[in-house]
């Protein structure tokens, strides 16, 4: 089953996305734990396309699939912004985070803890980022 969802790049567009994946991850075999947690994974991801891809432009759009299989759930996010790949992503010292007291770039290390697999392609100007979590037995 494949459900699909279509935003604006405006941070408000935030709590559409939140009501669409409670909706449509409402009969999986995630617990409410794991759910908030692939929520909060799927949010971040499209907040940094919004704001940072995409300059809160809301003539922009980002795309979200949800696939659910037997065994994982999938999650593909399209949109034509600036590329971010978050594989190449470096984990900050948190230590230094910390003593600077400096606010974000940490919410890729939280993505990068729930999720299970991630996947980055670029393709003329297109980018989909996967986002996949397995269903523990």
Known sequence: MEHHLQIACRTTALSELRLFLNHTLADTQLTESELNQVTLAVEEVCANLIIHSHQCNESDQIKLAVRQDRDKLTFEITDKGK??????????????????????????????????????????????CRLIKLFRS
Request: net charge negative.
């Open 83 to 128: 590329a971010f790949n978050l594989l190449d992503y470096e984990v900050p010292d948190l230590k230094k985070v910390i003593s600077e007291k400096r606010k974000g770039g940490l919410g890729i290390i939280l993505v990068k803890k729930i999720m299970d697999e991630i996947e980055f392609e670029s393709d003329r100007g297109l980018n989909t």
